[in-house]
């Protein structure tokens, strides 16, 4: 999964360079399926790179097909919290997008997300995903060995509030492996000490997902993504982050 997690990170750095006005939507993806099914060599480990060929060494995209989601990558703007669908839709100034991205190597899934600025952005939309951004941090300093879920939840959730955001509640974290998504779900708000014990060997995908205005969410119009009910912005980061015995490891970071 480390090994998954570094492909993915340098999937989505390179991902980032492509963002800018005028772009649309399914550029983007299309974009990250040219690298994920024709993968250069800048994404593979010398020692991985000389046994690929086999079919379950072939980097696959974890989002395509499941629940019949249509693309490899989730692409949402402003107002769009996760999961929505790549389009025709062309990225303006001023903008934010999400950009969610699984990947599945080696019988292993790896999950990540960033939000970015579509060229320049007033002060509070920046001072949200910086807040968010934070946000993941702080939850993963309580990805260790003793603490619980509720440890995780609760930190996140009184950091957002202290800056005068809000978390969404409806949408959550999860364990991941094997399988995309995976028990525990990880809530981006909570009680201190509540919930499961976390363990060495546990691999969690922390994402916060924070709005300027209300919590509450409603399904977006193309069946697959989630917005503010009131139409407000959000932002929303996330990191494959494993538990060692000395704390949290970061899976999708270079």
């Not at 299309?30 to 800048?42: H, N, T």
């Not at 003793?146 to 609760?154: A, E, F, R």
């Not at 704390?247 to 970071?253: A, E, R, S």
Request: a positive charge; one cysteine or more; aromatic letters at 6%.
């Amino acid at each position: 999964m480390a090994e998954g997690g570094k492909i993915l990170a340098k999937i989505m750095k390179k991902l980032e360079k492509k963002v800018k006005p005028g772009i649309t939507t399914k550029e983007l993806d299309r974009f990250v399926e040219s690298l994920i099914s024709c993968p250069p060599k800048f994404l593979l480990p010398t020692e991985a790179l000389a046994k690929v060929g086999a079919a379950e060494d072939k980097i696959k995209c974890s989002f395509k097909g499941y629940e019949n989601f249509p693309a490899c990558l989730c692409t949402s703007i402003n107002e769009e919290i996760v999961h929505s669908t790549p389009s025709i839709r062309r990225l303006r100034e001023g903008d934010i997008i999400s950009l969610d991205l699984g990947i599945f190597w080696k019988g292993f899934h790896t999950d990540m997300a960033i939000t970015l600025p579509v060229g320049k952005i007033d002060p509070e939309t920046q001072g949200l995903i910086q807040v968010t951004k934070k946000a993941l941090k702080i939850g993963i300093k309580k990805v260790r060995p003793g603490n619980t879920l509720g440890d995780i939840s609760n930190a996140i959730q009184e950091y957002v509030e202290s800056q005068g955001f809000n978390v969404v509640r409806e949408l959550c974290g999860h364990g991941i492996g094997r399988e995309l998504h995976e028990d525990p779900q990880i809530l981006n708000y909570g009680r201190k000490g509540k919930g499961p014990e976390l363990r060495e060997g546990m691999v969690l995908a922390l994402e916060p997902m924070v709005t300027v205005g209300d919590w509450r969410i409603k399904k977006s119009v193309d069946g697959f993504g989630w917005e503010t009910a009131d139409g407000s912005l959000s932002c929303h980061f996330e990191h494959t982050t494993a538990i060692t015995k000395k704390g949290p490891k970061i899976l999708t970071k270079i």
